[in-house]
């Protein structure tokens, strides 16, 4: 990336720290996105070209994009699950010491927000396409690459939530490998 979209990504996580702030403090569905724009110092246009909606302010992370690429170099010599589990630690791994506060405060609004559940229960979707469609390199089978992204999405789901109701105690990493193995074990 080059210092523009540094820049850009910078300014993005700002006005989400805004957001939470506002939030946590009042409530989503109490604070608009005009509100938010205005704490933050910018234009409502600006805040919705960013993130479109209301929901993206709290739900938007750059990470995806990163583990998908992660998991494509894997698949060559690592099976698809592992290559799965593999490439999201390694993610974490990378900015868990950064965002984890982050990561919780957006985790734990979107569990108690129907609103933000329900986008985020979409973006759990989107995320298990993302997958099968990386995972077209190794699998042929649409059903298998459906299933193994199925089962990889559930598992992260759930490690999330167990680390959300933990309270980040424990590293949402290690969940990530325990429930792997649990996983291993279904076989």
Avoid at 163 to 184: E, H, S
Wanted: aromatic share 6%; proline share 3%; net charge positive.
């Amino acid at each position: 990336m080059g210092l523009r979209d540094d820049k850009r990504l910078a300014a993005m996580r700002r006005v989400q720290e805004v957001a939470l702030e506002l939030f946590e403090a009042r409530g989503f569905d109490d604070v608009s996105v005009e509100e938010v724009a205005v704490s933050a110092g910018l234009g409502a246009a600006s805040v919705y070209r960013h993130f479109g909606t209301k929901e993206r302010l709290v739900l938007w992370d750059e990470y995806d994009p990163m583990l998908f690429e992660a998991i494509a170099e894997r698949l060559a010599a690592t099976p698809p699950f592992e290559a799965m589990v593999d490439a999201v630690c390694d993610a974490l791994g990378t900015f868990y010491a950064r965002d984890k506060t982050r990561v919780l405060r957006r985790t734990n609004l979107a569990w108690k927000t129907p609103a933000l559940r329900a986008q985020a229960l979409s973006d759990l979707n989107a995320l298990r396409e993302g997958l099968v469609d990386v995972l077209a390199r190794a699998l042929p089978d649409r059903l298998e690459r459906e299933l193994h992204a199925s089962v990889f999405v559930a598992m992260l789901d759930r490690c999330i939530d167990a680390w959300r109701r933990d309270r980040a105690r424990t590293p949402l990493v290690t969940l990530i490998r325990k429930a792997a193995r649990v996983v291993a074990k279904l076989g």
